[in-house]
């Protein structure tokens, strides 16, 4: 073969700028149809875990409940909120508090002194004691999570610890309180840990929905420290992941939170048909 063919033969190896640029735009393109499937793939894988989780919680729930008499934790006012008192149950495992879609500690996000304004959607309370982010009474350090409990489906103390508050007999919402499994007559309405802003809330049906996604309502009452729009997060494509008093676990629709049965003595006659712009497009249940 002669040197010229030799070269041209050589040279017909390579690819040329425009076939190049055909490769490319065929891989963007590519890309383009499948990284919305692959992100939609992502949340339901999310969302399964999730739900999976909150089983396992629900286990969790069942053997306290079966050493206690069917008795819920005291709570708060006890020096031991739910992730202290269950601890016994579920040692060494610590990230079964975190929804897999919310692991954004605000301990590494957040401003110090501002943190409970800066809560969001997808954010996780903790970590305790980092960059100066508090320990509660009711925690302890490096405590972390991204679920939230019902705070009436407790059995707080009448006299509580030094430091903590009392809820004695005269106490407003002192009857609002499930205090044991027994006593939820239906127990499938009954929420008892979910998705959440903070450690944990206690509804009223009067709670205002939060004005945009991921912000907590004016607290209207001391009591519920921002109620229900601690737990109107989306985080799971059409509303948060809940467990129930029944064991059973399932997505909640956003508008759907307000039809629960949070309290003992919650009022489902109570009508509301004003959302702000942002829940418009949520089902009504």
């Not at 002194?113 to 970590?127: I, N, P």
């Not at 009452?221 to 059409?238: I, M, P, Q, Y």
Request: hydrophobic share 35%; glycine share 8%.
């Amino acid at each position: 073969m002669s040197q010229s063919r030799k070269a041209k033969s050589a040279g017909n190896k390579g690819f040329t700028l425009i076939e190049l640029l055909v490769v490319i735009a065929i891989i963007a393109l590519l890309l383009s149809v499948l990284l919305p499937s692959l992100r939609k793939a992502k949340k339901q894988a999310q969302s399964v875990l999730c739900l999976s989780q909150l089983r396992q919680w629900g286990t969790l729930y069942t053997l306290y409940a079966s050493d206690y008499n069917s008795h819920l934790p005291a709570g708060w006012n006890s020096k031991k909120m739910w992730m202290t008192e269950l601890m016994a149950y579920y040692q060494d495992t610590d990230d079964l508090r975190l929804c897999p879609a919310a692991r954004k500690f605000l301990s590494q996000t957040g401003t110090a002194g501002s943190w409970w304004t800066e809560a969001g959607e997808f954010s996780a309370w903790g970590v305790y004691g980092e960059n100066g982010y508090p320990t509660p009474y009711y925690g302890q350090a490096g405590q972390y999570g991204s679920y939230s409990v019902n705070s009436w489906a407790l059995d707080p103390l009448e006299v509580g610890l030094p430091g903590t508050y009392n809820v004695p007999k005269n106490y407003p919402y002192y009857d609002n309180f499930w205090r044991k499994f027994s006593n939820a007559k239906s127990p499938s309405q009954v929420p008892l840990m979910g998705a959440g802003m903070w450690e944990g809330a206690s509804p009223l049906e009067t709670d205002a929905a939060p004005p945009s996604q991921g912000v907590q309502a004016p607290t209207q009452n001391a009591v519920n420290s921002g109620g229900l729009s601690t737990f109107c997060l989306d985080r799971h494509s059409g509303g948060p992941n809940w467990l129930f008093m029944d064991n059973q676990v399932r997505k909640v629709g956003m508008k759907e939170l307000w039809r629960l049965k949070w309290h003992t003595q919650w009022d489902n006659s109570i009508s509301r048909s004003l959302w702000p712009e942002w829940m418009l497009h949520y089902p009504e249940f």
